[in-house]
């Protein structure tokens, strides 16, 4: 049974371009969110997905956003990338039903 | 909403011995605690977690502890090995998968 999985693992861009990161959440599981860790950091909740509709969202910026399909898979865009955007951006997949959340090894976006 | 703090950032413990990580929380709603261990480069592991209708809860050498009076709660490490330097992480939530709000880690390093 394969847990969580994201990619890519690692990726470079170039501020003001846009990135787009996936993740597969634990099989049986429906909801997925995304958190940002920056260094040194805690993880800080993006938004969440349920049923293909974001449900909830953390205070971050409108160029934050997202999308989850049909087999419960996601997708991370971050538009007009910033400095500040460089960080650990982890997935982590959950039941409606329990708030237990599984997290992926993560994507780590370096901006420059 | 939800804020987290978590004492100390760092701790250093003889092998063999006890570590203990406290973390407080603000709102009286939330009713999920989580544990996080995050090895360098590594997602976060759920350790252990517990639920506002217990007041403590162990695994082997791990335990934790929940006062909602006081609105903390505390990971304890008995018999600390090599191993289980890492970063921890506290976190806490409400019910129905409601997001997960971090504290910002405790860099624990266990010395043989």
């Known amino acids: 049974d394969a847990g969580v999985t994201q990619s890519p693992t690692h990726l470079i861009k170039t501020r003001g371009q846009q990135v787009t990161l996936r993740c597969s959440p634990k099989?049986?599981?429906?909801?997925v969110s995304w958190y940002q860790q920056a260094l040194g950091q805690g993880p800080q909740f993006i938004f969440q997905y349920y049923e293909e509709e974001e449900r909830q969202r953390g205070n971050f910026p409108d160029r934050f956003s997202g999308h989850q399909f049909p087999n419960y898979s996601s997708e991370l865009n971050v538009n007009a990338l910033l400095l500040g955007d460089s960080a650990l951006y982890l997935c982590a997949s959950g039941t409606v039903m329990n708030t237990e959340a599984f997290f992926g090894q993560g994507t780590r976006l370096t901006v420059v | 909403g939800e804020n987290v703090e978590q004492h100390p950032s760092t701790l250093s413990v003889q092998e063999g011995d006890s570590a203990v990580i406290k973390c407080t929380y603000s709102d009286s709603a939330s009713n999920y605690f989580p544990w996080y261990k995050q090895e360098l480069g590594k997602r976060p592991q759920l350790i252990i977690d517990?639920?506002?209708?217990?007041g403590e809860k162990k695994d082997q050498r791990i335990a934790v502890t929940l006062n909602k009076t006081a609105k903390h709660f505390s990971l304890h490490i008995t018999e600390t090995q090599p191993e289980d330097s890492a970063v921890y992480f506290c976190a806490a939530s409400k019910s129905g998968n409601t997001p997960l709000v971090f504290g910002k880690g405790t860099r624990l390093s266990v010395i043989a």
């Open positions: 517990i639920r506002s209708n217990v």
């Open positions: 099989s049986g599981h429906d909801t």
